[in-house]
């Protein structure tokens, strides 16, 4: 049995400053884009994708350039590697390259990353397009969370270590169940929007036509 004391390393500490780091550098990025009397929904969907693609770029990012060209994680040097490694304890796919989760992390990095840096410029004009693509954004993020333990599940979990509450908690639910939630609201926000748009253009060609 892991113990949660001697498992909290430099490396947990570091990872996950720097995640709260990614999460400051968006906040003040909504600052400086948005107008003070932007709506708070908004103030706080530029945030997220700001954080989004930072957390892409970056950390995502470097566990791409790990796994490819017959590198992996576990095998690889640096404080990027050390990083995986701490999180590849709590799900061991992620230190030997597992090709459904890094075909996952090509899409997520290669795709996601760039859509949600195109829809924070849309955020910024107030562009009412960025409704669409928040959707197929938020889409492609819950269909990469399913892809990435619906399979897992589906086996019995062999590759996850539950057995520590850091691994548990903060790694795997923590760290996964806010690319959930968020999108999951995110739709259901630019929804609102688009069916009203359209259900208000739907009652003035009636108007128009009675």
Same mark, same amino acid.
Request: with cysteine; aromatic share 16%; glycine share 6%.
């Given at each position: 049995?892991?113990?949660? +004391? ?6 947990? +500490?570091? @990872?996950?400053?720097? !995640? ?38 970056? $950390? ?27 999180? +590849? ?59 990435? $333990? ?6 019995? @979990? ?18 996964? !169940? ?11 926000? @630019?929804?609102?929007?688009? +069916? ?8 003035? @060609? ?5």
């Amino acid at each position: 049995m892991s113990n949660t +004391a001697t498992i909290f390393t430099k490396t947990s +500490a570091f @990872s996950l400053a720097g !995640v709260v780091f990614v999460g400051l550098v968006a906040y003040l990025g909504s600052k400086a884009f948005l107008p003070k009397n932007a709506r708070w929904q908004d103030r706080y969907t530029f945030i997220w994708l700001a954080f989004d693609a930072l957390i892409h770029f970056t $950390f995502e990012g470097s566990f791409l350039w790990l796994s490819v060209f017959g590198r992996q994680v576990n095998t690889e040097a640096g404080p990027f590697a050390d990083m995986w490694r701490e999180y +590849a304890a709590a799900d061991f796919r992620w230190g030997v390259s597992d090709p459904t989760v890094v075909s996952l992390e090509i899409l997520t990095v290669l795709g996601a990353g760039p859509l949600c840096c195109y829809i924070l410029t849309q955020l910024a004009k107030n562009d009412p397009a960025r409704h669409y693509w928040i959707i197929v954004l938020s889409t492609a993020e819950l269909y990469g969370g399913w892809m990435t $333990f619906c399979p897992e599940w589906l086996t019995g @979990s062999p590759n996850l270590d539950t057995s520590n509450a850091l691994y548990l908690w903060v790694y795997l639910v923590l760290m996964n !169940v806010i690319w959930v939630f968020i999108p999951i609201w995110l739709m259901f926000e @630019s929804y609102t929007h688009i +069916a009203g748009a359209l259900r208000a253009m739907q009652r003035g @060609s009636r108007a128009k036509a009675a």
